[in-house]
């Protein structure tokens, strides 16, 4: 988030990689590195409007995206199988993030800022059509008449041929799914003829709600790895180069949220906005959802840590936004977000006595009805659902075998 008036920035860390490095320490308007400038001053009012509902929306992803993490396991689609984020995933990632921000800032400095955000923009509308199409789908399902005509399709891509024949994609939709892709290219369009806040979110709250359901921690130690290493990579990005800061200012994607402090006095043509990056939503949100995934495991039928780490979410946030009104200065967010969401419930986990059980938890581990059980996760062609789809074809199908796999 950041603010105008006040030239200040906050952090944002994306959860793919072509985001993360955008790490969007996001700034704020159009005169953000000078303090001293500020063009439109914010009135409390609408300063507390804008604050509020950033918060609002970063809620939305993480409790909605927990929740269908729990249940997205189940799909028998490849295309809705979650993405498993290991200890080695997590302890690289920083560094590729890092890589992945320099060299678009060094892009940035070499060739035209223009073409570049073309490219981007065409990227990131095809990416957002498929994204809010998959989030509003099982919204959309709840309101088409029971004798609404739904015929069944399916997009199969395979390798090779006869027992080496390899499933790279196997996507199964719907007419349904076709209504809402149609819809979610409407917004797609508006997006790119317009840059308008509102098509901006759309997209913007999809990746995030995306990024929670479908990439999952294996365990929470690999949770504390990479909050751990993004916490670094976060504050010395933010506070030892102008890196961030710059890339930031010249990409134009939906890599943040954003909401209008003049909304009160200019309406929806509004145009100071305060800003909240998707990073500091989707690595926060993958944890939240893991303790989410641990709680259903303990079968309790409690949600405690859930409950626990998304009040700490909501400190570490408000957090952030006093010490930068307090401050005057920019601040990472996830500076604040990390230890929370780590610090509380692991607090709750010592005075339950259930740390030991909590760290040994393993996510990847809970056998799920139409659910193949990995045991480690190699290096193969493909993504580790089209992985798991496929051995689990294997041991159905004794007479149908793959011998090798063709590293990526």
Same mark, same amino acid.
């Given at each position: 988030m950041?603010?105008?008036?006040?030239?200040?920035?906050f952090?944002s860390e994306?959860?793919s990689?072509a985001l993360?490095?955008?790490?969007?320490?996001?700034?704020?308007?159009?005169?953000?590195?000078?303090?001293?400038?500020?063009?439109?001053?914010s009135?409390?009012e609408?300063?507390?409007l804008?604050?509020?509902?950033?918060?609002?929306?970063?809620?939305?992803?993480?409790?909605?995206?927990?929740?269908? @993490?729990v249940?997205?396991a189940?799909?028998?689609?490849?295309?809705?199988?979650?993405?498993t984020?290991t200890?080695?995933?997590a302890?690289?990632?920083p560094?590729?993030?890092?890589?992945?921000?320099f060299?678009l800032y060094?892009?940035?400095?070499i060739?035209s800022q /223009?073409y570049i955000?073309?490219l981007?923009?065409?990227y990131?509308?095809?990416l957002?059509?498929?994204a809010?199409s998959?989030?509003?789908s099982?919204?959309?399902?709840k309101?088409?008449?029971?004798?609404f005509?739904?015929?069944?399709?399916?997009?199969?891509?395979?390798?090779?041929?006869g /027992?080496?024949?390899? /499933?790279?994609?196997n !996507?199964?939709?719907?007419?349904?799914?076709?209504?809402c892709?149609?819809? @979610?290219?409407?917004?797609?369009?508006? !997006?790119?003829?317009?840059?308008h806040w509102?098509a901006?979110n759309?997209?913007?709250?999809?990746?995030?709600?995306?990024?929670?359901?479908?990439?999952?921690l294996n365990?929470? @130690?690999?949770?504390?790895?990479?909050l751990g290493?993004?916490?670094?990579?976060?504050?010395?990005?933010?506070?030892?180069?102008?890196v961030?800061v710059?890339?930031?200012?010249?990409?134009?994607?939906?890599?943040k949220l954003?909401?209008?402090?003049?909304?009160?006095?200019?309406?929806l043509e509004?145009s100071?906005?305060a800003m909240?990056?998707?990073?500091?939503?989707?690595?926060?949100?993958?944890?939240?959802?893991?303790l989410?995934?641990?709680?259903?495991?303990?079968?309790?039928?409690?949600?405690? !840590?859930f409950y626990t @780490?998304?009040?700490?979410?909501?400190f570490?946030?408000?957090?952030?936004?006093f010490v930068?009104h307090?401050?005057k200065?920019?601040?990472p967010?996830?500076l !604040?977000?990390?230890p929370?969401?780590?610090?509380?419930?692991?607090?709750?986990?010592l005075?339950?006595g /259930?740390?030991?059980?909590?760290?040994s938890?393993e996510s990847?581990a809970e056998?799920?009805?139409h659910?193949?059980?990995?045991?480690?996760?190699?290096?193969?062609s493909?993504?580790?659902?089209?992985?798991?789809?496929?051995?689990?074809?294997k041991s159905?199908?004794?007479?149908?075998?793959?011998h090798?796999?063709?590293?990526?």
């Amino acid at each position: 988030m950041a603010d105008v008036d006040q030239g200040s920035t906050f952090s944002s860390e994306s959860a793919s990689p072509a985001l993360d490095s955008l790490n969007a320490n996001v700034s704020n308007g159009t005169d953000s590195t000078n303090a001293t400038v500020a063009k439109f001053v914010s009135t409390p009012e609408g300063t507390a409007l804008a604050y509020g509902s950033l918060v609002f929306m970063a809620l939305l992803p993480i409790f909605f995206g927990a929740l269908r @993490s729990v249940s997205c396991a189940k799909s028998k689609n490849s295309s809705d199988m979650p993405e498993t984020i290991t200890s080695r995933d997590a302890a690289r990632f920083p560094i590729i993030a890092s890589c992945t921000l320099f060299g678009l800032y060094i892009f940035f400095k070499i060739f035209s800022q /223009e073409y570049i955000n073309l490219l981007l923009s065409m990227y990131f509308f095809v990416l957002g059509i498929l994204a809010l199409s998959h989030t509003i789908s099982p919204f959309m399902n709840k309101i088409f008449p029971a004798n609404f005509p739904n015929k069944q399709y399916q997009l199969l891509f395979t390798q090779g041929s006869g /027992e080496n024949k390899e /499933e790279i994609v196997n !996507y199964e939709f719907d007419t349904k799914d076709l209504v809402c892709l149609c819809f @979610s290219s409407v917004v797609g369009v508006w !997006y790119v003829l317009k840059k308008h806040w509102i098509a901006n979110n759309l997209f913007g709250l999809a990746f995030a709600l995306n990024g929670v359901e479908l990439l999952h921690l294996n365990n929470v @130690s690999t949770g504390c790895i990479l909050l751990g290493g993004l916490f670094v990579y976060d504050v010395f990005w933010v506070f030892g180069t102008n890196v961030m800061v710059t890339v930031a200012k010249s990409f134009e994607a939906p890599i943040k949220l954003v909401f209008p402090q003049d909304l009160l006095e200019k309406g929806l043509e509004a145009s100071n906005f305060a800003m909240l990056g998707l990073g500091d939503i989707v690595i926060p949100g993958i944890f939240i959802a893991l303790l989410l995934r641990f709680d259903v495991s303990l079968k309790k039928n409690t949600r405690t !840590y859930f409950y626990t @780490s998304f009040f700490a979410y909501i400190f570490g946030l408000g957090l952030t936004i006093f010490v930068m009104h307090t401050f005057k200065h920019a601040q990472p967010a996830l500076l !604040y977000l990390v230890p929370a969401c780590i610090g509380f419930p692991v607090v709750v986990a010592l005075l339950k006595g /259930e740390l030991t059980e909590m760290f040994s938890y393993e996510s990847s581990a809970e056998v799920m009805p139409h659910t193949p059980r990995l045991t480690h996760f190699p290096t193969v062609s493909g993504s580790p659902a089209s992985l798991a789809n496929s051995m689990q074809q294997k041991s159905s199908s004794p007479r149908r075998r793959r011998h090798n796999a063709t590293a990526m």
